[in-house]
């Protein structure tokens, strides 16, 4: 019997060694051999080279990610407390598939206004979405099914991801002029030509506040001027708002440009992240709104936005909903929230005139008058692709190719050390 037994087997092996499934297996091997390496990210791809550098002087001025002034990631005291509350409810369930209800109402105050007409008529199709980033590719792939045929205007430059977002979607792409690299400041004309010359009913991509990189914001007037040339134009204003509360250290005066276009009638998208503003980086929070004609087709909208979640992620992450509803639903809390917001604005903004005056002491010969000028997370520094390079492989400093400083990065610690190298990779040029 036992002899049979290993008779079959060793027939079944000669079988399957010699079968079309042994051809498989061997094609199986070579499944993945067109696979070439992804490059790396220009903006996460610094934080991988930062970590694997093993000196003591390194310096990470690469993501948008904020740092108190001895260089530690914050967790707010807001959030601490909310996580406290939350503890004691060990609720594990799905949230719906548009996400919570309740983060999803607070979060469209930020945005809209506390009393805003659009929250209560009801005329708003939003979701809980993944931070950011999720926000803007769920549009995009709105956009893509319901407007098949369309483009997405991108600023030039923008935050890189942008491109990687809509071209995912296979929304085709095309950019308008926004900075002005001789005045680092905006190009105000460049970018009304573009939005005049663009096709009647274009889909442009706009930086609510703290425009990343370059930390340069239209003026409240020029907010104006473009909602009108939109409005004669017909355009869709998607607006990405990741940074609400680091330009001006109150996120309701950085929500001006929304309110700007709603007091106008537009009807606009809008993409919210609580990554910086609530630290809530890695929770995963955020929020894409659709501002519709009425209650019926918000309906019908949010309906849509939640097929497109389903089958990408089913449903949105729990906690930092949690975290997020928590902190907002509660004055206290959410007044909380807003000291510690301006706490973090102000520290990059104390940042920024230090490493302004320690390139000034040094006796640089460039103008560096730009750092302090600029708004938000970043400081366009104008350093080139190769000074950058210096500044890693000579000092150990990271930040992206582009010359972006995370100013949220900068402390009282390593700002001289920063200054220094600055200066030294610059001042012949
Ligand atoms: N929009 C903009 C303009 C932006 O700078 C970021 C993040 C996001 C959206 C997305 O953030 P999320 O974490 O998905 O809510 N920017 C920083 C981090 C990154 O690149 O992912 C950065 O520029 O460093």
């Not at 005049?196 to 930390?215: D, I, Q, R, V």
């Not at 903004?349 to 230090?354: A, D, K, N, V």
């Not at 002491?361 to 708004?375: C, M």
Request: proline share 5%; glycine share 8%.
């Amino acid at each position: 019997m036992a002899m049979r037994i290993r008779n079959l087997a060793s027939r079944r092996t000669m079988m399957m060694n010699s079968s079309p499934i042994s051809g498989l297996r061997s094609m199986s091997s070579s499944w993945w051999k067109n696979v070439e390496p992804a490059p790396k990210d220009p903006i996460l791809g610094v934080t991988e080279a930062f970590l694997a550098d093993p000196s003591p002087d390194k310096v990470n001025v690469g993501v948008g990610a904020y740092r108190d002034d001895n260089g530690k990631p914050v967790v707010l005291d807001c959030v601490r407390e909310a996580e406290r509350r939350i503890a004691g409810t060990s609720f594990m369930e799905y949230l719906p598939m548009g996400g919570s209800v309740k983060m999803v109402e607070e979060t469209l105050k930020l945005a809209y206004g506390d009393n805003s007409e659009f929250v209560k008529d009801k005329r708003i199709a939003a979701v809980q979405s993944l931070s950011g980033t999720g926000a803007c590719r769920l549009f995009a792939d709105f956009q893509k099914r319901f407007c098949p045929g369309s483009q997405i205007y991108i600023p030039v430059p923008t935050w890189s991801n942008h491109h990687n977002i809509w071209r995912d979607a296979q929304v085709p792409q095309k950019t308008y002029h926004y900075y002005h690299p001789e005045t680092k400041g905006l190009d105000f004309k460049g970018l009304m030509d573009d939005v005049k010359n663009a096709p009647e009913g274009s889909f442009f991509l706009l930086h609510a506040c703290a425009h990343n990189p370059t930390g340069v914001d239209p003026t409240e007037e020029q907010w104006r001027e473009i909602s009108q040339l939109f409005k004669a134009k017909n355009h869709f204003a998607f607006f990405d708002m990741a940074y609400q509360g680091f330009a001006s250290g109150d996120p309701a005066r950085d929500a001006k440009s929304i309110r700007i276009f709603l007091e106008d009638g537009h009807h606009i998208g809008i993409s919210q992240s609580y990554a910086k503003n609530m630290g809530l980086y890695g929770q995963r929070v955020g929020c894409l709104s659709v501002l519709c004609e009425n209650e019926k087709q918000a309906v019908t909208v949010k309906s849509q936005l939640q097929q497109l979640a389903r089958p990408m992620y089913s449903n949105p992450p729990l906690h930092g909903a949690q975290i997020v509803s928590t902190i907002l639903g509660d004055p206290e809390l959410k007044s909380l929230w807003l000291k510690e917001v301006k706490i973090m604005a102000d520290r990059i903004i104390g940042m920024r005139t230090t490493l302004r005056e320690s390139l000034e002491k040094l006796g640089s010969p460039l103008s560096w008058e730009h750092v302090t000028k600029q708004i938000g997370m970043f400081c366009y520094s104008g350093l080139t692709p190769e000074q950058v390079d210096r500044l890693t492989s000579e000092y150990h400093i990271y930040m992206t190719r582009n010359g972006r400083i995370s100013m949220a990065g900068v402390t009282t610690g390593n700002v001289g050390y920063l200054a220094n190298a600055i200066h030294e990779v610059t001042k012949s040029s």
